[in-house]
């Protein structure tokens, strides 16, 4: 049967390589994709994911080739990315303490991201969450986007995530240990050294930051410590590290080499790679 995978957006931008990298593996083995976002609206590329007259000043260099630009450009011109699904009508939130008829809130939203959350995920063979800027606004932190991650994690399901996006795996705890998911693992994501010291962009907003509200590979460090290990490959082109369920990319150049070994762990079934 046809595998399908649920790809994961942010409504603030999303690099435009970490979407069209994986999903050509995707649609090259013939896989159904299904996108998402926190709460149904159509997510778009940020604009310098698709110039490539863009020099990224940590890199020094364009990162956008001519090449990828136009799959970009062709993407957001189809209809392909409209209607994605919409966790917010998925899950509910998690009741404050405070909310009148706490108890039985409480009740219901672990029903919800529970059996009726399982059950909906059962299509999918794998989860995939798209990096960029947009991440850092409405998906790191989303207490939607956990739930989701927990249930892939708990079904035993490969989980993919780039740049950005891999911050959602160090923020993705049970409620009641509050231990991160990848403590005791591989992993990699945005290293320090390709922080921008200025102009962090997202889409939809009236600002443009300085540098990024966070920095990545100290919170990656920190959640997969201490038997575990963060990876940021600087000074090597591609930073890919496989272990499983986890499938995580540093940045725009691993885009399309983390869909390739998501490929081949849905296909050959890899548990380990880049370290």
Known sequence: ??????????????????????????????????????????????????????????????VVSAEVAKVVVDLEASDRLDSPEDLSSWIPTRPYTSDEDYLRKLEAYNNAVGDDLTERLAEYDALLIVGGSGPIVDLANNGRVHDVILSFLRADKPIGAECYGVACLAFARDWEDRKSIISGKHVTGHCKEYDYKDGTGFLGTDFVMGPPPYPLEYILRDATAPEGRYHGNFGKEISVIVDYPFITGRSTPDSYRTGEKMVEVLEDGLTRYGW
């Open 1 to 62: 049967m046809t595998k399908k995978v649920l790809v994961l957006l942010s409504e603030y931008g999303y690099w435009g390589e970490e979407l069209v990298g994986p999903l050509y593996a995707f649609d090259k083995q013939g896989y159904e994709v299904t996108f998402a976002t926190p709460t149904g609206k159509r997510a778009h590329a940020l604009p310098p994911s698709m110039d490539p007259g863009f020099v990224d000043p940590p890199l020094g260099r364009s």
